[in-house]
């Protein structure tokens, strides 16, 4: 007997591969659990993987904000201090150097913003990590997957 399947809408798809990219990135959840978690065969997850760059976001992730925010501070610093330096009246930011260190200080100003999104998400994988421990993992899957819709819903 066959089985009629039906293929998946433009917008499950999309769930799915955030759902995935959350478990990878955020969750640490290895690549054949998130085949099994989102019913996506883990060729397409590995795609997915590839072409959205997740090793780097995940990578990013474990930073930390706080690095973040000091690895800009020190460029900024870094910058400002190499003008400062110069002779008047080369001693203040030539257009280039001007559109750098706007662009740091946008993503600064991006970085603190970001960071209560961050607040939530840390919570979110304090919680899920105590669900895994306590209720094991098909349970933490269920809660992330709850939890994603609620950062996506809150962004």
Do not use: C
Not at 5 to 32: C, H, I, M, S
Not at 67 to 82: A, D, H, V
Not at 105 to 111: I, N, S, V
Not at 127 to 143: P, R, Y
């Amino acid at each position: 007997m066959n089985k009629a399947t039906t293929k998946p809408t433009k917008a499950e798809v999309d769930r799915k591969r955030k759902l995935a990219y959350t478990l990878f990135v955020e969750n640490g959840f290895e690549q054949k659990v998130i085949a099994e978690v989102t019913g996506i065969s883990e060729q397409s997850i590995s795609k997915w993987k590839t072409a959205g760059n997740w090793i780097d976001d995940k990578n990013e992730a474990r930073m930390g904000f706080e690095q973040q925010r000091r690895r800009l501070r020190n460029m900024i610093s870094t910058q400002l201090t190499l003008i400062e330096k110069r002779k008047p009246p080369f001693n203040v930011p030539d257009s280039k150097e001007g559109d750098t260190l706007s662009k740091l200080a946008d993503a600064a100003r991006k970085l603190q913003t970001e960071l209560s999104f961050a607040h939530k998400a840390d919570a979110g994988k304090l919680f899920v990590n105590f669900i895994q421990t306590v209720h094991g993992q098909e349970k933490a899957i269920q809660i992330v997957d709850l939890w994603h819709e609620f950062l996506m819903s809150t962004t």
